[in-house]
């Protein structure tokens, strides 16, 4: 685990796997929550996490590297709700992931369903969260050329992560499935569907 300053209030921590962020992340939301921690924000992204609103960056790196032993594993049930993404799998690229697969449609579909997806981090635009869970003989390359719009709703795979489109952009990812389920409402708190940390299944729609 690497430290590094992140501005006069900020603390970045560091690894080389997702694992350890996903260790980190989880230990640092159920320290803040049952009081051992001071924090503002807890971000992960892919091999970091950035804590701000503290000033002791020892104090981040003595919870960490020791488990916070005394911190249950989630935070007020945060993590235990397994959230069900309804998806009828018709995407513009379900044949040619069959083929990246080995497998036929039905192939992907009973994959991807049956697969159990966390939230490892979110950007690229509100609402869009970045799923991690697939195996890695099943990661598959972006579109060698992006499209110009992708509907919204869209479930989408890139690298080893699977995605729903929140709104209507442009986008690089191959598209197997689309959802009618909303992803960000402004009206909602929090706005986003899926935030990190949360478990998610996507349940095929016939």
């Known amino acids: 685990m690497r430290v590094r300053r992140a501005g006069p209030s900020a603390v970045l921590l560091e690894w080389d796997d997702e694992a350890a962020v996903f260790a980190a992340y989880d230990l640092l939301v159920a320290a803040r929550a049952h009081g051992m921690l001071d924090a503002a924000e807890i971000v992960p992204a892919a091999r970091t996490v950035l804590v701000d609103g503290v000033t002791d960056p020892d104090r981040i790196r003595s919870l960490v590297e020791t488990g916070a032993t005394d911190a249950p594993s989630s935070a007020a049930g945060t993590l235990s709700t397994t959230i069900e993404i309804p998806t009828t799998y018709d995407g513009a690229d379900l044949d040619d992931v069959a083929h990246l697969w080995g497998t036929d449609r039905a192939g992907v579909v ?3 369903s049956r697969t159990e997806f966390r939230v490892a981090f979110c950007g690229f635009a509100p609402g869009f969260a970045y799923l991690t869970g697939l195996d890695a003989r099943h990661h598959v390359a972006r579109r060698s050329s992006p499209r110009t719009r992708v509907p919204a709703g ?53």
Do not use: M
């Open 154 to 206: 869209t479930v989408a795979l890139a690298g080893p992560y699977s995605g729903v489109y929140p709104s209507a952009s442009p986008g690089g990812w191959q598209c197997i499935g689309r959802t009618e389920a909303i992803l960000f409402d402004l009206e909602k708190d929090p706005p986003a569907l899926l935030t990190p940390g949360a478990t998610v299944r996507f349940v095929e729609v016939r």
């Open 110 to 112: 009973r994959i991807h």
